[in-house]
């Protein structure tokens, strides 16, 4: 039998899903707005997480500063399942006018040419959107989810994020995750993997944002194994000109990381995760609040 918890979770999810998408807009983004505030006040260890990694990488910030970054920071997370809530009922072009992309040129140019790209994203600004976007906007989306608990919340998840247009592959459970991606990447799709947090034992240590970090070493692997191309993929919001509460997304493609001409494959995966996550970190260090992390991603 389901333990109680697991029956509120699975039941405030598909509360959300029914309930959010029938409120206005602007009445539904208020209102998540309230529970991260609410969340921020009561404290927990998501949320200070969320301030310890923030401190981490924004080291100048003094008590007071730290405590509205956190706030905002809370809000954007907040925002993320707003949005993903609604996403289903998103038209076309209310899903063009919720994204602007930055860089896609070289991305669009290798798909063109029928080769795969590989995709190195943090957890920032809303993934699921610009995955979304993506399917129309550039190319079919290969990624990976991780299995979530309890089971039912996944499956709510992965049959969400199917229905935007994405083939979703379980982190765990499903086979060899690393074969079933690299056989996705003889076509030309567009594959981003959420990599800024490793979690596995096999994670490439780096430095972010001054600090040593454990990030997962699939998307340099994967692009190495395959030769695939390999882009930074970072996301944040901005208001749209002319309201006070409502945002889009930026999506920023940023230069390919080409691999190194010399070493050991795991030499040259590192070097090329570290390239990511200079990419990553300047992202975050000048969007924080944006970088939804309440999980430890630091070594010490």
Avoid at 227 to 232: R, W
């Amino acid at each position: 039998m389901p333990s109680l918890p697991d029956v509120l979770a699975v039941g405030g999810y598909r509360l959300g899903w029914s309930a959010v998408r029938r409120l206005p807009e602007r009445a539904a983004y208020r209102l998540f707005d309230g529970i991260a505030d609410l969340t921020v006040a009561r404290g927990g260890k998501g949320v200070q997480r969320l301030r310890a990694n923030y401190a981490r990488v924004r080291p100048e910030l003094d008590d007071t500063a730290l405590d509205a970054l956190v706030k905002d920071g809370m809000r954007s997370y907040l925002r993320y399942y707003c949005e993903a809530f609604r996403l289903p009922d998103r038209t076309p072009a209310e899903l063009e006018a919720a994204v602007r992309v930055e860089g896609d040129g070289p991305v669009r140019a290798e798909l063109a040419a029928g080769r795969p790209v590989v995709c190195f994203l943090g957890h920032l600004g809303n993934w699921d959107l610009a995955g979304a976007w993506g399917t129309r906007a550039i190319g079919p989306v290969v990624t990976v989810a991780e299995r979530l608990k309890p089971e039912e919340v996944y499956a709510e998840f992965l049959a969400f994020r199917e229905s935007l247009g994405m083939t979703i592959l379980p982190l765990t459970g499903g086979g060899d995750v690393f074969a079933q991606l690299r056989g996705h990447l003889a076509e030309p799709v567009l594959m981003p993997l959420l990599a800024d947090r490793d979690l596995t034992d096999r994670g490439i240590e780096v430095d972010l944002c001054g600090n040593r970090s454990k990030m997962a070493a699939g998307p340099a692997a994967l692009s190495l194994a395959s030769g695939a191309a390999l882009f930074p993929v970072t996301i944040r919001y901005e208001r749209v000109e002319g309201s006070s509460w409502r945002h889009r997304i930026v999506i920023t493609f940023h230069d390919r990381v080409e691999p190194p001409t010399t070493g050991t494959t795991r030499e040259k995966a590192t070097a090329m995760t570290q390239r990511c996550a200079d990419a990553l970190g300047g992202a975050i260090r000048e969007h924080t609040a944006d970088w939804h992390m309440m999980q430890r991603v630091f070594v010490s």
